[in-house]
C-alpha cells in the first residue's frame, strides 16, 4: 500500500526553473529517509539528493548549489527545487522511500531542459 506520486515535471529552458513534488501514502512518512532520484535516456538511475528524517540533506556534485531537497513532514509532501537548470538535468525524475529492506518508487516525472 505504499505509493509515492511525482508531479511538476515538464519542459523548460536553460537557466529556468521547476520545483518538483511527492505526495507520500501507506507508511509513516516522518521517520524515514527519503530520495529523488533521475535516469536520462541511456544512462543508469543516479541519486540526486536525500534528505534524512532530521533534515539532513546529501546532493550528487551535479547538483549542488542549484537543487534543494526538502520534506515538510505536516503536509507529507517532499519537494526538489531546482534551479539554474541544464540540457543534462534532462532525465526522469523519481520519488524514492527505503522501508525496512525494501525501495519505493513512484512512477517518474519527465524534466526535459531544453530551448
Known sequence: ???LVESGGGLVQPGGSL???CA???FIFRLYTMAWYRQAPGKQRELVASITSGMNTNYADSV???F???RDNAKKAMYL???SLKPEDTAVYYCNAQIGIKDYWGQGTQVTVSS
Open 24 to 26: 507520500p501514502s501507506g
Open 68 to 70: 534543494t531537497i526538502s
Open 64 to 66: 549542488k548549489g542549484r
Open 1 to 3: 500500500q505504499v505509493q
Open 19 to 21: 520545483r518538483l513534488s
Open 81 to 83: 527545487q531546482m534551479n
